[in-house]
């Protein structure tokens, strides 16, 4: 019978039976078969859970299995620091803030309007590990900007629930003109 994961210790202490090496979306799972040195295991969390490097798998035989970041292509963002990273957040993207750099995931639209701002950039691989959210650990979940139906806080305005556990609304014009940039 496989091992199976049910819970995860966050920023677990070694020694470790084994590691399991994911990338920034991998990285976030509820239910997934895993495979690492000491063979498959199953996961099986109770939510959709966003996993930290050096957070663990506590297996039903056991065992201990930490999680690693998996190096992958980011860019990595030099320059006016706080103007780039308000145009990163701007459009909801994941972003690793260090006092002399900003790392994002590569997306070669966000690197036209970077540069186009004045960024210097490199292209690297390495382990992305952004910010978390404001509320607490884990990630920041993008949400919908579509038209509101069935709205009860007016026409044009939107309500966003995060996986924090809030929600906040905003107004945009009528014309839908806005500068958030999905791609």
Same mark, same amino acid.
């Given at each position: 019978?496989?091992?199976?994961? $049910?819970?995860?210790?966050?920023?677990?202490?070694?020694?470790?039976?084994?590691?399991?090496? +994911?990338?920034?979306?991998? #990285?976030?799972?509820?239910?997934?078969?895993?495979?690492?040195?000491?063979?498959?295991?199953?996961?099986?969390? @109770?939510?959709?859970?966003?996993?930290?490097?050096?957070?663990?798998?506590?297996?039903?035989? /056991?065992?201990?299995?930490?999680?690693?970041?998996?190096?992958?292509?980011?860019?990595?963002?030099? /320059?006016?620091?706080? #103007?780039?990273?308000?145009?990163?957040?701007?459009?909801?993207?994941?972003?690793?803030?260090?006092?002399?750099?900003?790392?994002?995931?590569?997306?070669?639209?966000?690197?036209?309007? +970077?540069?186009?701002? &004045?960024?210097?950039?490199?292209?690297?691989?390495? @382990?992305?590990?952004?910010? &978390?959210?404001?509320?607490?650990?884990?990630?920041?979940?993008?949400?919908? $900007?579509?038209?509101?139906?069935?709205?009860?806080?007016?026409?044009?305005?939107?309500?966003?629930?995060?996986?924090?556990? $809030?929600?906040?609304?905003?107004?945009?014009?009528?014309?839908?003109?806005?500068?958030?940039?999905?791609?």
């Amino acid at each position: 019978m496989i091992a199976t994961a $049910h819970s995860i210790i966050r920023n677990a202490p070694a020694p470790f039976d084994a590691e399991v090496s +994911l990338d920034y979306e991998g #990285r976030l799972m509820r239910r997934k078969r895993l495979s690492c040195e000491g063979g498959d295991f199953m996961v099986d969390l @109770p939510e959709v859970t966003s996993l930290d490097d050096g957070d663990a798998f506590e297996l039903s035989d /056991g065992r201990q299995v930490v999680v690693r970041a998996a190096p992958e292509p980011v860019l990595v963002i030099r /320059g006016n620091l706080p #103007r780039l990273a308000w145009h990163i957040g701007n459009r909801h993207t994941p972003c690793r803030i260090e006092a002399d750099r900003l790392v994002i995931r590569q997306d070669h639209v966000l690197e036209a309007m +970077l540069k186009q701002l &004045g960024a210097d950039m490199c292209r690297k691989d390495m @382990p992305f590990r952004p910010e &978390g959210g404001a509320y607490g650990h884990g990630r920041t979940f993008g949400h919908d $900007h579509g038209p509101a139906t069935n709205n009860p806080h007016g026409a044009g305005e939107h309500m966003h629930s995060h996986a924090e556990g $809030h929600s906040h609304s905003h107004t945009h014009a009528e014309s839908h003109s806005h500068a958030h940039d999905h791609a």
